[in-house]
């Protein structure tokens, strides 16, 4: 490591095991000190801050009076909340027609914000060493302690630490941290959330401690016969002399059994660190995979004078990649096809706060979904994710950048780009490194420089990035997201990568090179795999809205497809736009290109922002698989068909259309099987066999706007196959059911009903025990039901929830409607096509049962009661 960055590395990173608590991180007897034997004192710093909303001159004086700011405990979001604007009139709801941010920003405000915590620290701590660790701030973050600035770090997603210990006070005397962040607009093109929105961590050390981020674990050898795990790992010396340190590092099995360790020795000069490197030889090894997460630990235990002063254990996992240029990609020696979806860091309704049941529920629902790969577009995520890809089996493309110094907005990372761009990437590995789940570091996304930059300033930028990556971990390869393949590799930007990262563009698939387009137009895919392994960085961009299919009836009774939308867009996937390719066809480009790694579908849920193609009132995206409550839609189905081993048949859309009774409603199936059986009111309708029936649909032409292609209906008329099976139904009501055989056996089946009016409302939660630690959820699907039971898929009925009940809150509503604008934060909404979504957040400390009652007029109030158990 650099000695530029030594001053970035002089504390270790602990790899928490999310869904636990900081103080029941104790280790498996043997295996480590225990508890009260611990040298390093590693707690929680989320709670009990204040809280003030706008400039407060002269907050970062220990003595000022915040007695009137709101008292809170982070992670916390401040945009969600609604912040208005210079114009109230223009706010509708929490939302600000004429907010800096725009549509990219939800229309949500920004400004400026202060957090100031007050606390003491004991006697016993002033001849040690004590930090501060921020998993991140958004953005333009100043942090004072006692008065002093400790310093500033611009970029939102970076995690930064500062060593409190100069300027502490100790006994009972009180210390006043204060933060200030200046969320200017615009900064991003999604929902960026403004505050401490990640959790803050107080740590104490001995002076000769573990470096931050300074152990860094590989396994050159992966086998299940045999294994080698590298331990890379940084002493510090803080003190004043000189000290003789052995550091002893011990593998532990899955089932915390040791099965390796070893012992060195050397002086650490003082002020200095220094690099310790082990390698442990394991006779049998458990591999990870997505199939099969499994961990092992690194014992780390530094010794000076005969004494333990410090103690670290960090997961990993023991695999091998291999990305190729003609075969895709490899773990653990197979081939492996990467499933995948790219993400932005937002829970929905609750914002941008890093709450880790919020990432998990997110997680497990696409993994039925059969993904089984994340993008953490376009910036490095929270830990807490990492932790659970490393668990639950996720791949994971890490990305630094959504810009280098050519801004996408005026106040984005390009104002920092120069004077950071280095320390936030070399953060972002560093801190990153040991996760087993991170198989690509991206150096950006769609970088205009490709375009725009002087070639030779372009392969330099992107050059100086590489190297940061391959510096601080030359395990992994890089990448970067080019929308402009042509462009990026003529400019020198893709030249410098070890993967050629595509967004969208499908053609390029099986043209490789860019440079040899013209050679390979004429040329079968398969003669050709390009200069450097290739992966689908972004694809698909298919825009839906759950629930809509813009069915309507024209003057003359006739019926017409994408009729009157009002800002919604149809789940067919046929809407006219330009937004991009449909899913179906980045599907069968994929599925048709082995020499591809995999892909990453542009997104897995919707986010809040970014309403491409819609105006004001659109709020938030339409791309997700899943709406912005993780309710899924329909193309949810056909990747769960393409993707999982499951059998798969489903049929859209609903079947309920008054007043077209006789008139012919197109029925779409996904399936995975051979062949489906549709039965209107158990009459068939024929059986198509898939994929020999798909239907045909109107291919699309490709056009260049603004350097990057995007894919417009084709006005020739030609067509293209697709990955669904197609009937024109005329409607009746009753019961649409669809029938799905494989080598002529039952596999699946799945029907549709005429439903009535609503007749009963129902509470499901996902989960009726939670933990009193301050973070965890529980999410609450609200559902409308006729008398049969069946889901209303056109009601829209106002519910009004009650919690009783000290132990948790209601930490957010919504109903996936991207143009809704009733408040997150609230007692009361609709629901959009029949559902709803409440979420109750746990309180600290506060075990006991909560009842949530939700009421709608006309109905019978329903109830649910969770319990908030100790942790």
């Given amino acids: 490591m650099k000695t530029a960055l030594l001053k970035f590395t002089t504390l270790v990173w602990i790899a928490l095991t999310a869904s636990l608590p900081i103080e029941c991180m104790a280790q498996p007897a043997g295996s480590a000190p225990s508890p009260a034997t611990q040298p390093r004192d590693t707690v929680s710093f989320d709670r009990t801050w204040k809280f003030h909303l706008g400039e407060a001159t002269g907050a970062e004086k220990p003595d000022f009076n915040d007695a009137s700011w709101r008292a809170l405990d982070i992670p916390h979001d401040w945009m969600i909340e609604g912040v208005t604007g210079t114009d109230p009139a223009a706010m509708d709801g929490p939302f600000d027609r004429k907010s800096p941010a725009g549509g990219s920003g939800g229309f949500m405000n920004g400004g400026i914000g202060w957090y100031r915590k007050t606390f003491t620290l004991p006697e016993s701590s002033r001849n040690r060493h004590t930090f501060v660790l921020f998993d991140g701030a958004y ?87 045999g294994a080698e795990v590298r331990v890379q790992t940084q002493v510090q010396n803080d003190g004043n002399t000189a000290s003789e340190v052995i550091l002893t590092t011990r593998v532990l099995d899955p089932d915390g059994q040791e099965v390796a360790h070893q012992e060195a020795s050397k002086p650490v000069a003082a002020h200095q660190g220094s690099t310790f490197d082990l390698t442990l030889s394991l006779p049998t090894a458990k591999l990870w995979s997505p199939e099969t997460p499994i961990l092992y630990r690194a014992v780390n235990e530094v010794r000076a004078k005969g004494v333990l002063v410090d103690a670290v254990t960090i997961s990993f996992g023991i695999r091998t990649l291999k990305f190729t240029k003609d075969q895709g990609f490899f773990l653990n020696g197979q081939r492996f096809q990467i499933k995948g979806v790219c993400d932005h860091h937002d829970l929905g309704c609750l914002g941008a706060v890093a709450l880790s049941r919020g990432f998990e529920r997110q997680l497990q629902i696409l993994k039925g979904m059969g993904c089984n790969a994340l993008r953490t577009s376009h910036n ?127 053609s390029y698939y099986s043209q490789g ?51 009157d939308l009002k800002f919604q867009v149809p789940e067919y996937g046929n809407y006219p736009a330009k937004y991009l390719n449909r899913a179906e066809r980045s599907l069968l480009a994929i599925q048709s290109s082995p020499w591809v790694a995999g892909e990453f579908v ?95 649909v109107l291919s699309r032409a490709t056009l260049k706007e603004n350097g990057v292609s995007v894919d417009i209906v084709n006005t020739e008329g030609k ?57 965890d959820l529980s999410f609450i699907k609200v559902t409308l039901l006729d008398r049969d039971g069946n889901v209303c898929p056109n009601a829209d009925n106002e519910i009004e929830f009650t919690l009783k009940g000290p132990a948790a809150e209601l930490a957010g509503l919504d109903n996936g409607d991207p143009t809704n604008h009733e408040a997150f934060q609230g007692t009361r909404h609709k629901t959009f096509h029949g559902l709803a979504l409440a979420v109750l957040k746990s309180h600290y400390d506060t075990p ?4 949530l009652t939700a009421s709608v007029s006309g109905l019978p109030p329903v109830t649910t009661t969770i319990e908030v158990e100790s942790p």
Wanted: proline residues 7%; contains cysteine; glycine residues 8%.
């Fill in 602 to 696: 542009w997104t897995g849920f919707d986010y809040i922002g970014e309403p491409s193609p819609s105006p004001w009132p659109a709020r938030s995206s339409y791309f997700g698989t899943l709406d912005l409550c993780g309710f899924p839609k329909d193309r949810y189905y056909l990747y769960q068909a393409a993707w999982g081993e499951k059998p798969v048949v489903h049929i859209l859309p609903h079947w309920t259309w008054p007043g077209f009774e006789g008139k012919s409603i197109p029925v779409w199936v996904y399936t995975n099987a051979d062949s489906v059986e549709l039965f209107l009111n158990n009459q068939s309708l024929g059986v198509k066999n898939f994929p020999n029936d798909t239907e045909a």
């Fill in 139 to 225: 953005m333009n973050s100043q942090v004072w302690l006692n008065g002093k600035l400790l310093g500033t770090r611009p970029y939102g997603y970076s995690s930064f630490y500062y060593d409190l210990t100069p300027d502490a006070k100790f006994g009972s005397e009180e210390n006043v941290l204060a933060v200030r962040l200046n969320v200017e607009q615009p900064s991003s093109r999604w929902y960026s959330g403004a505050g401490l929105y990640r959790d803050v961590w107080l740590m104490t050390t001995e002076s000769v401690h573990l470096a931050q981020w300074g152990t860094y674990i590989t396994t050159p050898q992966a086998a299940t016969t």
């Fill in 848 to 851: 006991g049962p909560v009842t």
């Fill in 513 to 563: 090179d860019p440079t040899k387009i013209a050679e390979t137009k004429t040329s079968k895919p398969e003669e050709f795999h390009g200069e450097l392994p290739m992966i689908g960085s972004e694809t698909a961009s298919a825009i839906s809205t759950r629930g809509e299919y813009g069915i309507t009836l024209d003057a003359n009774g006739n019926v017409q497809m994408n009729g």
């Fill in 719 to 775: 067509t293209e196959p697709s990955l669904h099976l197609a009937w024109s139904v005329p409607y009746a009501p009753g019961t649409l059911k669809a029938v799905a055989k494989k080598n002529g056996q039952i596999v699946a089946s799945d029907e549709i009903h005429t439903t009535g009016a609503p007749a009963s409302l129902t509470l499901v939660p996902d989960r009726t025990k939670i933990q009193a630690n301050g973070q």
């Fill in 380 to 506: 490095p995520p929270s830990p807490k994710l990492l932790d659970l890809c490393d668990r639950m089996g996720f791949l994971v493309m890490d990305e630094a950048f959504d810009e280098w110094k050519i801004s996408k907005k005026k106040f984005g990372y390009g104002q920092f780009f120069d004077q950071w761009s280095d320390v936030d990437i070399s953060t972002m590995v560093d801190r990153d490194r040991n996760h087993p789940s991170i198989i690509l570091w991206s150096i950006g996304n769609e970088i205009r420089e490709g375009k725009l930059g002087a070639p030779d300033s372009v392969t330099a930028m992107s050059q100086r990035l590489v190297d940061d990556c391959h510096r601080e971990d030359a395990s992994r390869l890089t990448t970067s997201a080019c929308a402009s393949p042509e462009n990026d590799w003529t400019s020198g930007l893709a030249k410098a990568l070890d993967v050629f990262g595509v967004n969208y563009n499908p």
